[in-house]
């Protein structure tokens, strides 16, 4: 069956440093994979999309690796602020946008 | 951005009731809408697909007699939880696909339910 992970529940890291969240998923070959930002409370936020011909994405801060060969997916962000601090979750998505499957999320906590 | 919304944000009901949950494109039409729920630091689980003007798709698992879904409009879907139980206390959340970018772009998710079933 197909199973998505993400590196860590939990991710700490300082003010101004870069954030790197690792997805990774088996038992499945995305046309897509996009990246989304949830607050407590609130429902995700799409942030990124990238296809699975592309092997990088970027959007100000924001910036997205695709390798399909490892079937793995790293999100950063760069300069990391307090703001940014939110559970990020990565989706695999079929070719026709089918398929849909979120991972498990990756609580970010950005310390000043 | 599009932007969906849902309603009520928050319900209470006691075990047995029926609760309507809306959700709402506010500017763009939405031929599929999605219903998801989340469980606490859990991530969401695609509960089923709703198509406007036809039956709802429902994810394995899920009972379609218990979840009803109606789309009747381009710009609205409306999941109803019957005869909830204190189980079905969850946080619901709803998106659509705006379909003017293509096929296949991000999905915009409504603010979200919090049911609680007492």
């Known amino acids: 069956s197909q199973k998505i992970e993400q590196n860590s529940e939990a991710l700490n890291i300082q003010e101004g440093k870069t954030a790197t969240l690792t997805c990774n998923y088996t038992n499945y070959s995305p046309a897509y994979l996009q990246w989304y930002r949830q607050d407590p409370g609130r429902g995700p936020v799409f942030l990124l999309l990238i296809r699975e011909n592309e092997k990088e994405k970027r959007k100000e801060r924001l910036k997205v690796t695709f390798d399909t060969t490892l079937k793995q997916s790293l999100f950063h962000i760069t300069a990391s602020q307090p703001a940014d601090s939110a559970t990020y979750l990565c989706?695999?998505?079929?070719?026709?946008?089918?398929?849909?499957?979120f991972g498990p999320g990756t609580r970010l906590s950005v310390l000043p | 951005g599009a932007v969906v919304s849902q309603h009520p944000s928050r319900v209470i009901c006691k075990s047995g009731t029926s609760v309507k949950i809306e959700c709402r494109s506010l500017d763009f039409q939405a031929t599929t809408m999605f219903w998801y729920r989340q469980f606490p630091k859990q991530s969401l689980m695609l509960m089923a697909t709703s198509n406007e003007g036809s039956k709802a798709t429902y994810e394995q698992g899920v009972e379609k007699d218990k979840f009803l879904i109606n789309h009747a409009s381009l710009t609205l879907s409306t999941l109803t939880v019957t005869s909830a139980h204190p189980e079905d206390s969850s946080f619901y959340i709803c998106?659509?696909?705006?379909?003017?970018?293509?096929?296949?772009?991000?999905?915009?998710f409504g603010p979200g339910t919090r049911l609680t079933v007492t």
């Open positions: 989706a695999l998505v079929g070719n026709y946008g089918q398929n849909f499957v």
């Open positions: 998106s659509a696909r705006d379909p003017d970018p293509g096929p296949v772009t991000g999905q915009y």
